[in-house]
């Protein structure tokens, strides 16, 4: 899962410069770096440091770096295990994520990115009141309907389950036992628990419930690039970080094939670039 992103974007933006010639390339490399670059706010107004906890494939924890990766935010991880949650023992607050910016604790992802934007993104106090509003609708979206699809469809039958355990037991932080353990009762558990996830959101089909969030997003985005222009705004950030963990599963891989979220995932993909996060 974590080579398939590279390989994707190398396979594609190498296909492009054969088809192109030498000044297709030089082109649009020129208009990629200016069209997707990311906007890293002024030096002295960074946080200097900025902790993590997470579960490597949470939605939300994904939420908050996709912010942190586009603003070009040096983070430290701390992968929290999620059966003893020992890494987070000295918090009140029981869920990830929880970011720690120079010594004060934020928690819930909405709430983290907020506080963040404030920090860093004096300038924000200018966007007009009626694109702030498309922004906040979408940004609820994410968090009331968007998320609630997700896990019905990554553990939608016996092996898309153990599909998703596995990514989350080899990504997560699990000892060797709970490694095995958690993969094949995760997975059994998280099928019977999605069942009832469907029931209480009123989700008949999985699948087509996702593919019509997927196209609502699309119609939403209007024929722009990105729902803030020619800018990835707030609720892009958000879609895509919920979307990122489940992208190489199968049911993400249906997602692109089936509806027409893949150009703006591909930008997406492009604009955040490499993660901010710094390798310990
Ligand atoms: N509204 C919260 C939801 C956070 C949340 O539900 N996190 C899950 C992980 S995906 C969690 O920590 N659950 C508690 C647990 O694992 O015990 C947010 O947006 O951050």
């Known amino acids: 899962h974590w080579f398939s992103p590279l390989l994707n974007s ?13 000044v297709g390339v030089v082109a649009s490399v020129a208009t990629a770096a200016s069209v997707y670059a990311k906007e ?71 709430a983290i990115i907020d506080q963040l934007s404030e920090k860093i993104l004096p300038g924000k106090a200018i966007i007009s009141v ?6 906040t609708k979408w940004r609820r979206w994410v968090d009331n309907h968007l998320v609630h699809v997700l896990s019905p469809n990554i553990y939608r039958n016996t092996s898309e389950a153990l599909e998703s355990f596995d990514y989350i037991t080899s990504n997560g932080n699990f000892s060797f036992t709970e490694k095995i353990t958690v993969k094949y009762a995760g997975a059994a558990a998280m099928y019977f628990v999605s069942k009832n996830l469907k029931k209480k959101y009123n989700i008949t089909d999985e699948r087509a419930a996702l593919y019509e969030a997927t196209e609502t997003w699309v119609d939403a985005l209007n024929g722009r690039n990105f729902l803030g222009g020619s800018k ?8 895509f970080g919920v979307l990122r963990p489940i992208r190489y599963l199968r049911s993400g891989r249906d997602m692109v094939e089936h509806t027409r979220i893949g150009e703006w995932y591909s930008r997406m993909e492009k604009v955040v670039g490499e993660s901010s996060r710094i390798k310990a």
């Open 40 to 110: 890293p706010p002024p030096a002295e107004i960074i946080p200097k440091d900025v902790v993590l906890y997470q579960y490597e494939a949470c939605p939300f924890c994904n939420k908050v770096k996709a912010f942190l990766d586009y603003y070009d935010i040096p983070y430290k991880v701390v992968e929290v295990n999620p059966i003893s949650k020992k890494e987070i023992k000295w918090s009140d607050y029981k869920k990830v994520p929880i970011l720690m910016v120079d010594g004060q604790q934020l928690v819930d992802s909405s």
């Open 232 to 239: 990835p705004n707030l609720a892009d950030l958000a879609v």
């Open 130 to 135: 009626a694109d702030e509003d498309e922004e």
């Open 10 to 22: 190398f396979s594609k933006s190498s296909g492009q410069a054969v088809s192109l010639g030498l």
